[in-house]
């Protein structure tokens, strides 16, 4: 059965570290934070100035006065702190994020992301993208294996506008968490549950390289 939006989730937050400060995308990624694991520290960062953002507000949470860079409204934890967009892209910048968890609309087999625009389509502009995909130490992406009409995200070569070339890591969707091999190709490391290997073959576009053993998701 493939994941869902918060089994996609669940599962890049086991990639956290305690100390971690971590920036999330709008879309899923907003979800990691719902799933923190137990015993561990993580500061999750947003472009436009906040360092301190909680889980996912419920409607009763919801204070549209706190948003993140994607203009969602967020919940903030207990010391968290408000600056300038000036402050958060020099930490940025600085490669002071340890993580970085984006949205995508296509993924190449050589760790090219395409993120933020469709050609011909109303955009809220490139945001603090760029600068993430060019600073973060690490950089996975969360998306569903195809798009609506049932195409495939993961490709020989992106089609739409770059973010950015070379910089994504690993990739989880909702039918398995592949890692980008050095030389190209996507690495499938595991499947989720009741998904075999022969459907993600059909569903990928780009190179896939399926190894001897492949992991099973584990949310737990």
């Not at 920036?23 to 947003?46: C, D, K, R, Y």
Request: charge should be negative; aromatic fraction near 4%.
């Amino acid at each position: 059965m493939a994941l869902d939006k918060n089994g996609i989730a669940k599962r890049i937050a086991k990639e956290l570290e305690d100390g971690f400060y971590v920036n999330l995308g709008i879309g899923i990624p907003t979800l990691v934070a719902n799933h923190v694991p137990e015993g561990i520290s993580v500061e999750f960062q947003s472009e436009n100035g906040v360092l301190g953002m909680g889980s996912f507000p419920t409607e009763e949470e919801v204070d549209a006065d706190l948003i993140n860079a994607g203009k969602q409204t967020i919940t903030t934890k207990k010391g968290a702190s408000f600056f300038d967009s000036a402050m958060s892209f020099a930490m940025i910048r600085g490669q002071h994020v340890q993580l970085t968890v984006l949205g995508a609309m296509e993924v190449s087999e050589r760790g090219d992301i395409a993120n933020w625009k469709i050609p011909g389509k109303m955009v809220k502009g490139m945001g603090g993208a760029m600068d993430l995909v060019a600073s973060a130490q690490n950089i996975i992406v969360a998306m569903t294996h195809t798009n609506r009409a049932g195409d495939s995200k993961l490709l020989a070569e992106c089609a739409l506008p770059l973010t950015g070339v070379r910089c994504i890591k690993r990739i989880v969707t909702d039918l398995a968490v592949l890692d980008i091999h050095p030389d190209g190709g996507f690495i499938l490391k595991e499947l989720a549950p009741g998904i075999t290997v022969e459907e993600v073959k059909s569903k990928t576009a780009g190179k896939l390289i399926v190894p001897d053993h492949i992991e099973s998701v584990k949310l737990d």
